[in-house]
């Protein structure tokens, strides 16, 4: 997976990304990461990126010649024309599915906007997907461009080890993950779960997809409906459902 982010900030972009996990995969070549500095395409004498919005109002615009001219280097470098993800809260909002699609390309190309926003005109000529993070407001697109490299290069093979393993975990099956502890048994006067020390695997086991069916019908109902339960696992959770709203 090779990821070009077209930005006006590209130490933003190297600096966040460098580390744990994805500094390994990096340093493995299992992905690689070209932060393409927008500014370095202008043609302005004065190296300017942006300028006033027509019909006035507040902010500026960043034009489209750099951003254009930044996106077909990468074009040409890599032979092929990529998918191009626009950063916008106008988006669609990013989740797991998305990342796991996402991850199956060769290259992806961010674009992060600043300011008011971006030039229409370039985003319908280069743009294939426009995607948020989530309703909140951030001042730039280098943020989300970063949550998604996290997201997705997790999904990429062999980025995760065995023990980082992309299957069991929050999401997967749709369900939220069970609660971990570890040493020492007690701490500040609270004890591990006995279970958990039983050492009988099953029961460990049985124990945890209860957590797992707790902790989502709770926090997360919403996630339920596409969760894959058998039908004594549904009364449960009817159960607990039926409970709270008793409460
Ligand atoms: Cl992708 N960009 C900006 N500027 N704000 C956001 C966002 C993106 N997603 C959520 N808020």
């Given at each position: ?8 900030f ?51 615009v ?18 092929y ?53 989530g ?38 099956d ?48 919403d ?25």
């Amino acid at each position: 997976m090779n990821y070009h982010v077209l930005t006006l900030f590209p130490e933003m972009i190297e600096q966040g990304l460098n580390t744990s996990i994805l500094g390994k995969a990096l340093d493995r070549d299992l992905i690689s990461l070209e932060a393409v500095n927008i500014r370095d395409y202008t043609t302005n004498k004065h190296m300017k990126v942006d300028d006033y919005p027509y019909g006035g109002g507040a902010g500026m615009v960043m034009q489209a010649q750099p951003i254009y001219d930044a996106y077909k280097a990468v074009e040409k470098k890599i032979g092929y024309s990529p998918r191009v993800i626009y950063l916008t809260p106008q988006g669609k909002v990013f989740n797991q599915q998305m990342a796991k699609d996402f991850a199956r390309e060769k290259d992806l190309v961010f674009l992060c906007g600043h300011y008011e926003g971006v030039d229409e005109r370039v985003l319908e000529e280069i743009v294939t997907d426009e995607v948020s993070i989530g309703d909140y407001v951030l001042t730039g697109g280098e943020l989300p461009a970063m949550v998604m490299i996290d997201a997705i290069s997790r999904m990429v093979p062999a980025v995760l080890n065995n023990e980082e393993s992309a299957e069991f975990d929050s999401f997967h099956d749709n369900l939220l993950e069970y609660p971990q502890y570890s040493r020492p048994e007690t701490w500040n006067g609270k004890q591990v779960p006995p279970v958990l020390l039983s050492g009988h695997h099953a029961n460990v086991e049985k124990w945890r997809r209860e957590q797992s069916l707790i902790r989502t019908a709770i926090r997360r109902p919403d996630l339920l409906e596409k969760a894959d339960l058998t039908a004594k696992e549904k009364v449960f959770v009817e159960k607990i459902l039926a409970n709270r709203e008793g409460l």
